[in-house]
T-cell receptor, first 110, second 115 residues
Framework: GQQVMQIPQYQHVQEGEDFTTYCNSS?????IQWYKQRPGGHPVFLIQ?????EVKKQKRLTFQFGEAKKNSSLHITATQTTDVGTYFC??????????FGPGTRLSVLP | DAMVIQNPRYQVTQFGKPVTLSCSQT?????MYWYQQKSSQAPKLLFH???????NEADTPDNFQSRRPNTSFCFLDIRSPGLGDAAMYLC??????????????FGPGTRLTVL
């Protein structure tokens, strides 16, 4: 079955440093979504990527979808304490499966 | 203003005693999902409804059942909870099927404890 991996599992950064999390799927994806879950909260949708090689930006966040549609990344520029949480990618393989990656837990030290 | 509502927020049950968790939505979305999330793990999709069509994930235990009596409500029934079923149960909705990449809106979750 489809497997989705994320690295790193944990990341501790100083406020102002950049952060990147990588997502890799064992199968080609029809689309990938990114969610953020704050401690004690529920997942909140950030973005959807559909096209091969797609890049989308939301303020300090940059999302990329690989050319082969099997990997993706989320990059945060100049992290802030409000960025703390777990970032999940979630991939769909053409309606057969929808799987969340294990997540990257981000800590930001002030 | 709440869009996806889950009740109760906390549920305690005994080993083997059936329990029902509920979810309602004010978004009029076609799709409703149930996820299980254990501590420090990713949400795991159990099943979803596209309108009245039920879609079970292949590895969802038979112990878990779901009902969707109308567009707004969806229920998760755990017939004989085991200690391993203790988790946060998240309900989510989307306008269209996940194959389209449509945004999913999550409820606050119900934390289930099994004694």
């Amino acid at each position: 079955g489809q497997q989705v991996m994320q690295i790193p599992q944990y990341q501790h950064v100083q406020e102002g440093e950049d952060f990147t999390t990588y997502c890799n799927s064992s199968t080609t994806l029809s689309n990938i979504q990114w969610y953020k879950q704050r401690p004690g909260g529920h997942p909140v949708f950030l973005i959807q990527l559909v096209k091969s090689g797609e890049v989308k930006k939301q303020k300090r966040l940059t999302f990329q979808f690989g050319e082969a549609k099997k990997n993706s990344s989320l990059h945060i520029t100049a992290t802030q304490t409000t960025d703390v949480g777990t970032y999940f990618c979630a991939g769909d393989n053409y309606g057969q499966n929808f799987v969340f990656g294990p997540g990257t837990r981000l800590s930001v030290l002030p | 203003d709440a869009m996806v509502i889950q009740n109760p927020r906390y549920q305690v049950t005994q080993f083997g005693k059936p329990v029902t968790l509920s979810c309602s939505q004010t978004l009029n979305h076609n799709v409703m999902y149930w996820y299980q999330q254990k501590s420090s793990q990713a949400p795991k999709l159990l099943f979803h409804y596209y309108d009245k069509d039920f879609n079970n994930e292949a590895d969802t235990p038979d112990n878990f059942q779901s009902r969707r009596p109308n567009t707004s409500f969806c229920f998760l029934d755990i017939r004989s909870p085991g200690l391993g079923d203790a988790a946060m149960y998240l309900c989510a909705t989307s306008r269209d099927h996940h194959r389209t990449g449509d945004e999913q809106f999550f409820g606050p979750g119900t934390r289930l404890t099994v004694l």
